[in-house]
Structure formats: C-alpha cells, structure tokens
C-alpha cells in the first residue's frame, strides 16, 4: 500500500516562499511521474507542475516563474519550491504520483497553503 506524505503547508504573506515536500513509501511499483494539483471547496482540480524520474518538468502556466519542482530519487521525495506568493495560491496542494506499470495513481492527502497579509 503506498503512502504519500505531504509536508511544508503554512500560512504566509503575499511574495514569501514556501517549499512542499511529498515523500512515497511502502511502494514494491516502480514510481514514475509525480507531481501537484491544487484544489478549492468546490472546485475542480488544477494542475501545478510535474517531474519524470529524468528530471522532466511540466510546469502551469499560471505558476511559471514562480513556482518549480524537483525530485529525489533515492527518497522517492519530490518538492515544490513557491516563490512569490499571492493570496490567489491559497489552496490545498495535493500530491500525486503514477506508476511506470501503468496501474491507478495515488494522492496525497493534501497540505494547505494560505497567502494572506
């Protein structure tokens, strides 16, 4: 059974940094890409960023400049590194990953992120 941990969520003011971690384990699979959403009550899910195993990364247009991700390997770990907050990022940031055997991915359980003066 995997497990996603997500840490680093916090309360911050607008154009402060804030780095997320997400860290797998008890995978036997193979991890492939993984990456983040944010979501708001009632809201659909969007898409934040994504890294392969290579170092391949798919970043959101709204967060590009901003935002970007990297991965640890050896600790199945990726993090998002936020700069430049605005109260618009205020979310949930949920992780994700996928595996390379093509079966279900899993998400995390989610850490807030709160921008606000």
């Known amino acids: 059974q995997v497990q996603l941990v997500e840490s680093g969520g916090d309360s911050v003011q607008p154009g402060d940094s804030l780095r997320l971690s997400c860290a797998a384990s008890g995978s036997a699979k193979r991890i492939g890409r993984m990456g983040w959403y944010r979501q708001d009550p009632g809201h659909q899910r969007d898409f934040i960023a994504s890294i392969s195993i290579g170092g391949d990364i798919i970043l959101a247009d709204s967060v590009k400049g901003r935002f970007t991700i990297s991965r640890d390997n050896t600790k199945n770990t990726i993090y998002l590194h936020m700069s430049n907050l605005r109260p618009e990022d205020t979310s949930v940031y949920l992780c994700?990953?996928?595996?390379?055997?093509?079966?279900?991915?899993?998400w995390g359980q989610g850490a807030r992120v709160t921008v606000s003066s």
């Open positions: 994700y990953i996928l595996f390379l055997d093509s079966s279900p991915g899993v």
